[in-house]
């Protein structure tokens, strides 16, 4: 099988590249920025901006992949409230050109796009766990932008007849994501305490929300069952079915320290809008591809810690 990961160079990427080459012996090739560096001797790399529409045709009609991941996105809640119309250009438009280049192509690549948990934003009483047909009610842009790629998703695999399935990840986590996520932003905090490069104190955001987090390494597993076993025009969430308050992740990362550290808030990393739950159930993925993660949440932290440490 061919894979082509389209936005490969950023947290999930090497991940899915990993899994695709490594565990099921598929033909990767992984698109970049050109601004990114991205070394893999597992996959071919090459350039993209999904706002370039004649690279896209290019890429699409050189490598002609089965199976088409479409990850590249502007990913963050925070930097989406700073700049709202790069997060729509990316992932809007972005996305519109990556299933137009698919559209004119001569045979129909399965292709998965990646969502958010964050679409369903303002979840009621009653609604966790959430499932796919639960109404949407985005909170931010970033989940806005996401939603609307979901519903495009919908749209051109009915109207234009296209092997297109949609996912809903829920929060995930595990060495190399970058510091603006909670997790590793926490790990790093703590490594930096640890080799004396900051004081004793952990700055902090909204404790009290519940997320769902799960490894990455399971995430990408679920990506390929789906593009395997995955129901044309359907959305599928992704996580772990189990919601922890904010507090109890950082409460476990400090207690893999041995430095007394303090917890003070930090205004700036408060959101201007914040969903107070988001949890997801999980039956449909479970029931279509027998997917459920695996790596329990403590060998993640370990791990993100452990990452940060080794950081020079
Ligand atoms: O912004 P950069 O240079 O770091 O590149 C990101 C890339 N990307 C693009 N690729 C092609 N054309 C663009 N115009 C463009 N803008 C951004 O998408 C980055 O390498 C990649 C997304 O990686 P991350 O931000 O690390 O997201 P992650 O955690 O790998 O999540 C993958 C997907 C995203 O759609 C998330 O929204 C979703 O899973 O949760």
Known sequence: MKALIIGGGGFVGPYLVNHLADDLGYDVTVTKTAKETLQMDKAKVVDLDILDRQQLDTVLSQERPDYIFHLAAQSSVAYSWKNPALTIDVNVKGCVNVLDSIRDLDYKPRTLLIGSGEEYGHIREGECPIN???NVRPGNIYAATKSCQNML?????????????????FNHIGPNQAPMFVVSDFCKQ???????????VMYVGNLSAKRDFTDVRDVVKAYALLVEKGVRGETYN??????????DILDQ????????????VDPNKLRPVDVPIIEPDITKINAQTGWKPQIPLKQTLEETLNHWRAVQ
Do not use: F
């Open 132 to 134: 796919e047909e639960n």
């Open 153 to 169: 998703g919908k749209i051109y695999a009915d109207a234009y007849d296209l092997d297109i399935i949609m996912v809903r990840a």
């Open 190 to 200: 703590v490594a930096d305490i640890e080799k004396g490069e900051k004081e004793p």
């Open 238 to 247: 992704v996580g772990t079915g189990h919601a922890l308050p904010i507090q």
């Open 253 to 264: 990362i400090i207690s893999l320290s041995d430095k007394q550290i303090e917890v003070k």
